[in-house]
């Protein structure tokens, strides 16, 4: 900021002007600085962040790869054996031991991912079938 003498009215203009140029300029930064502030506090960049942080580490990221799996798992066992009879019952509850054995030996994650590099191969070598007549 600059203090010079004002002499004339043309002097007292220029820096009415300078003075409302630099107005501008410093309300256009504190708009950028309370939207950066905003965006800080939002509460699903918090916990997308937090969450980033979280699987960056191995571990949780198995951990969380086994909750994950077991409770699919569970959906799978409830939808297709179910639970009303006891034979369902019995079997759901056998299917999940095994499931949760396999899931955290990581056994089951590595047949997933065998399974999806079969399927995209077999995806890639099947022809599509022939439109013309």
């Known amino acids: 900021m600059t203090s010079s003498k004002i ?4 002097d007292l203009s220029l820096r009415i002007a300078q003075l409302r140029i ?8 504190l708009k950028i600085k309370f939207s950066e502030f905003a965006e800080t506090l939002n509460p699903v960049l918090i916990l997308k962040k937090s969450v980033h942080e979280m699987v ?3 571990e949780v990221k198995d951990d969380l790869l086994k ?7 569970n959906f799978i066992i ?3 054996l ?13 299917v999940e031991k095994i499931s949760t054995s396999l899931i955290n030996r990581g056994i089951l994650s ?5 399974f999806s590099k079969l399927v995209k ?5 099947e022809t599509p079938p022939n439109t013309a007549k």
């Not at 590595?110 to 065998?114: H, K, L, V």
């Open 7 to 10: 002499n004339c009215s043309d």
């Open 22 to 29: 630099d107005k501008l300029k410093q309300e256009a930064e």
């Open 56 to 58: 960056v580490d191995k």
């Open 67 to 73: 909750v994950g799996l077991n409770l699919g798992t």
């Open 78 to 80: 409830e939808k297709v």
């Open 82 to 94: 179910g639970r009303k009879s006891v034979k369902g019952y019995l079997s759901s509850v056998i």
């Open 110 to 114: 590595e047949i997933i991912t065998s």
């Open 121 to 125: 191969t077999e995806t890639k070598n």
